[in-house]
């Protein structure tokens, strides 16, 4: 029969055990990763991403949710080697959950560009070159490890923003974002790791080679 003692101390480790249980996998490429962490940005900052020259405030604010957005979608497709990291899955849920606010945030740069250019067919190329640009800033292979992380961080945070937030979470997190664009390794051990093996090999070519045994006399000794 079990004691009272034993089923009190069940009965409180049960529930803890429930939170690991039910805790997602995530991906540690290292053991101990950059911090990629940075402040808040406004949206003017020229190293987030494509000016915008006389924008409002709503049209920056879509700005940085595009830019948000297309980070997501490139995680979405260039981290499916860790799928444990669930960026698809973010970035669909994303998709889903922040549907007005991205639709309000295409319209307001559609019409920033439409009213910026010369005609409404040039403002929509312009938009387009936009969109590509933007896309394109964020896909990277040297530092594919750090964006993948990163971006599944942050694709949770979207996540879990109340709708008509996520311009929030594109100021708080999108210094992060570009910060992790940059290729940075192991940082609890930098270089152990890493070691370099050379392997000499001697000259295969047949004068150099006597009766299966290499000519030393002729080819000089191996390197």
């Known amino acids: 029969m079990v004691g009272f ?32 962490r ?4 406004t ?40 799928p444990m990291l ?31 250019a010369k005609t409404k067919a040039a403002g929509q190329t312009a938009f387009d070159r936009f969109g590509t640009r933007t896309y394109s800033a964020f896909s990277t292979v040297n530092a594919q490890l750090g964006f993948c992380q990163t971006a599944a961080k942050v694709g949770s945070a979207a996540n879990f923003a109340p709708r008509g937030q996520l311009g929030e979470v594109a100021v708080n997190y999108m210094r992060e974002l570009r910060n992790s ?9 930098p270089g152990a790791f890493y070691s370099r093996t050379y392997l000499f090999l001697p000259d295969f070519q047949p004068t150099c080679w006597r009766k299966g045994k290499y000519n030393i006399s002729y080819c000089g000794k191996k390197k």
């Open 38 to 41: 940075g402040g808040p940005v």
């Open 181 to 189: 664009l940059v290729p940075f390794g192991e940082q609890q051990f």
């Open 5 to 36: 003692g034993f089923r009190r101390i069940l009965a409180g480790a049960l529930p803890a055990a429930g939170l690991f249980v039910g805790a997602p996998a995530s991906a540690q490429f290292f053991l101990k990763s950059y911090d990629f």
């Open 86 to 116: 669930l960026t698809a899955d973010h970035y669909n849920a994303v998709l889903k959950d922040h549907n007005a606010e991205l639709k309000n945030a295409y319209d307001t740069l559609n019409g920033y560009f439409v009213r910026t």
């Open 43 to 82: 949206g003017l900052e020229p190293e987030l991403g494509m000016p915008l020259p006389g924008a409002t405030p709503a049209e920056i604010r879509a700005g940085l949710v595009w830019n948000l957005r297309s980070a997501l979608n490139v995680a979405a497709l260039q981290c499916n080697f860790a």
